[in-house]
Structure formats: C-alpha cells, structure tokens
C-alpha cells in the first residue's frame, strides 16, 4: 500500500480558494488513480475528483465542476486539488485516496489507501 498525508486545509472566507496536497510515500502514484473525497458531520464520504493513473484523465462531482481542479506531479509523488470560489457546504474534512491501476473510480470502497484527512472550513 502507500501511505498518504494531506495538507493545505484550514479557514476561509466564502468565494476564497484553497490548495489541497496529498503526498505519498512506499510507492509511486504513478501506477495509481487517486482521488479526493470529502465527508460534512453527520454525512457519508462523498466523491469529489479523481485522476486517472495511465492517462491523467480526470473527472469532477457536479457540485464542483469548474471550481476546482486535480493534478498530479508523479516527479514528486503529490497530488493537488486547487479548489477556488469556495462555498459554506464545502466544509469538510477532506480525504486523499488511491487505488492501484483502477481505470475509474467514485466509490470510496474501490480505493485501496487513504490519508488522515484534513480539515477544511468555509465560513459564510
């Protein structure tokens, strides 16, 4: 497996942007798709993007297209969700996921590492 750690989360005004980074380590990401998801109190995780490993195709849950933005730099084994124009029910903690060789993932259940998570908030 590898092992993933996030960061970037914190406060910010409704409108403001953040940068999320999930670095792995114990293996290349290359030969994984990761994903971003995100769980609110008193809700179940909820997909938020995903970058597939063999052609960097990605894809976005409606709620979030055209706002935010995944990429990854294999040279440095990271991923990154640029997420701008933020909104109040985007608070959540927000998870960084892999999955080894998976072609297309939105069910958490199809990845097989994930990060602690990290707090992101955005205040009305």
């Known amino acids: 497996q590898v092992q993933l750690v996030e960061s970037g989360g914190g406060l910010v005004q409704a409108g403001g942007s953040l940068r999320l980074s999930c670095a792995a380590s114990?293996?290349?990401?290359?030969?994984?798709?990761a994903g971003w998801f995100r769980q609110a109190p008193w809700k179940e995780r909820e997909f938020v993007a995903q970058?597939?490993?063999?052609?960097?195709?990605?894809d976005y849950a409606d709620s979030v297209k055209g706002r935010f933005t995944i990429t990854r730099d294999n040279a440095k084994n990271t991923v990154y969700m640029q997420m701008n124009s933020l909104k109040p029910e985007g608070t959540a903690v927000y998870y960084c996921?892999?999955?080894?060789?998976?072609?297309?993932?939105?069910?958490?259940?199809?990845?097989?590492?994930w990060g602690q998570g990290t707090q992101v908030t955005v205040a009305s």
């Open positions: 970058i597939r490993w063999s052609d960097d195709r990605t």
């Open positions: 996921a892999a999955g080894r060789s998976l072609y297309y993932g939105r069910n958490p259940k199809e990845y097989d590492s």
């Open positions: 114990g293996r290349t990401l290359s030969s994984y798709t």
